[in-house]
């Protein structure tokens, strides 16, 4: 579900939500994990979290056979706190399992809601926070 318009302010940087492009069904978020890395595009300046795979099976029925779904991001802050936004991951259906559909112009990436810089990044968030990625 499309929960994540609007601003956030957190020490003195506003931090812009992503825009989700579309959705898919909603589920339990510890039902199914995704695999997701956490870089900073130097040539973009922003930083960015990759998705690398659905872990775990899924209810066949409940999935077209390519298709998008919302993943939701969450990166730990140094105070513990959780800094949360969604992306987007284009899937293709193989059986029980959902894969990620690598065809050309489809990149399943979400970037971090703000431009931000990396010494801002790592006085907030420390240098290699913890990132954790489940389909919404």
Known sequence: ???????????????AT??????SQVIQASEHEVG???????FLEIYMVAFTGVKGMVIPENYSDKGT???GVVVQKNNSEDYQ?????????QGSRLEIDQALGKFSV???????????FKEIFGPVPNTKCYLE
Not at 1 to 15: A, D, E, Q, V
Not at 18 to 23: D, F, P, S, Y
Not at 85 to 93: A, D, I, Q, T
């Open 1 to 15: 579900m499309c929960y994540l318009w609007g601003m956030i302010k957190m020490k003195n940087i506003l931090f």
């Open 110 to 120: 979400a970037s971090f809601p703000a431009k931000i810089s990396v010494d801002e």
């Open 85 to 93: 936004f969604s992306g987007m991951l284009h899937y293709v259906k």
């Open 69 to 71: 779904s919302s993943v």
């Open 36 to 42: 997701c890395n956490l870089a900073y595009n130097s």
């Open 18 to 23: 992503a825009i989700l492009l579309g959705t």
